[in-house]
């Protein structure tokens, strides 16, 4: 399959001593391949046993390893590349992945079809931030969700997403919220007289989600809302191949992989790399300052991620949300770059002047297309 012979982890691991940390290096090395213990392993299976290549200390009590894993034990197949990954050991305590290098991703997966220039395309917007916003809450009807997608397309957001809370409940269910929010959509854009796409979110069980997603294609959708950790990864990777539509990815469900500061993944490796890899568009992550506890160094290295050069993947576009003021902005601006797509949800719904107004507010902060 393609030229890389191994598959090169980086993790960091808590220990008291060098000959701890090199001790659970081995037990890693052994846990995620052959399973069984080293002096027992056939010679005819020696060839999946990985390479330790050092343990370095990081800080006090933390070290970090870095092992070789053949590729002939993952085969070509995403999901057992997971397993690799943080099958056995996700049930240990210390050890938290933080980074895999870049080698072998090219020739297991196909990252995003669109990217940063396929949504801006879709959008003919081409310099500017990009806004987008939350349709919700559960619990109003198709019409009702539909009013309010009609008043964000009036006011000129680029991209109006499904809250992800939103699936196929009796209140709206899903043909017809996504049927009437299309509508309504179509009727602000004669108003705005720019383009507005939305993406309904299409997660559910697997026996489901690609008659979903093929449902909001053929309604006119023009792109989708999946929660990877919900779905299981693999599946947004298949949906993103086939290259119909842009593929926006939630964190719901994520973040027991990326919050401890001893187990899980940095967000750099989880979101920035694999959900990039796996063929996310658009990266929705917690900002900093809002409802979650993520800092601001962290939002900005995982920026930095999910768009730079990545084997030959497209760079896909960071969407920091989760409590962003609209009043913040022009700061996040600066803070964050043009190839950004802000999430705005609950300070539009709360302005005085009206969902329609606080929109048009947005796009004024987002400065012109040049």
């Not at 879709?122 to 990009?130: A, E, F, I, S, Y």
């Not at 023009?222 to 949906?239: C, D, F, K, Y």
């Not at 694999?274 to 568009?281: C, K």
């Given at each position: ?165 939103l699936a196929d409940q009796s209140t709206a269910a899903f043909t017809e919220r996504v049927s009437n929010c299309l509508k309504a959509i179509r009727d602000g854009e004669q108003h705005s007289g720019k383009r507005t796409c939305y993406f309904p979110n299409i997660t559910t069980s697997p026996a ?163």
């Open positions: 399959m393609g030229n890389a012979t191994h598959v090169t982890i980086v993790y960091q691991l808590a220990a008291d001593s060098r000959s701890q940390a090199e001790q659970i290096a081995e037990n890693i090395s052994i846990e995620q391949s052959v399973e069984m213990p080293a002096g027992t392993v056939p010679a005819s299976a020696s060839a999946s046993l990985p390479t330790i290549e050092k343990v370095d200390p990081i800080d006090e009590n933390l070290w970090k390893a870095v092992i070789h894993y053949p590729v002939s034990i993952i085969d070509g197949d995403p999901t057992q590349f997971l397993n690799v990954l943080y099958g056995n050991i996700s049930l240990l305590d210390g050890i938290k992945l933080l980074d895999v290098h870049d080698q072998y991703f090219a020739e297991l997966l196909s990252g995003p079809a669109f990217g940063i220039q396929g949504i801006r395309k879709l959008l003919n917007v081409h310099t500017r931030p990009l806004s987008c916003t939350a349709l919700k809450p559960v619990g109003l009807s198709a019409v009702e969700l539909a009013g309010r997608a009609g008043q964000f397309a009036r006011g000129g957001i680029d991209i109006i997403k499904d809250d992800h809370g489901r989600l690609f008659s979903r997603f093929q449902l909001a294609v053929d309604l006119g959708a023009e792109g989708v809302l999946i929660s990877p950790q919900l779905t299981g990864i693999e599946a947004m990777h298949e949906i993103a191949k086939t290259a119909q539509v842009p593929v926006m990815a939630h964190p719901a469900f994520s973040g027991p992989y990326v919050i401890p500061k001893s187990t899980g993944f940095s967000m750099e490796l989880y979101y920035g790399k694999l959900w990039r890899a796996f063929g996310a568009d658009a990266i929705i992550y917690p900002n900093a300052g809002g409802r979650f506890t993520f800092s601001k160094e962290t939002c900005q290295a995982l920026n930095q991620q999910i768009r730079k050069d990545f084997c030959i993947f497209k760079p896909s576009f960071p969407v920091p949300a989760g409590g962003i003021d609209l009043v913040s902005i022009p700061d996040w601006i600066k803070e964050y770059g043009k190839e950004t797509i802000f999430l705005v949800g609950g300070s539009l719904y709360k302005q005085d002047t009206g969902i329609e107004q606080a929109t048009a507010t947005f796009q004024q902060m987002l400065g012109p297309d040049e």
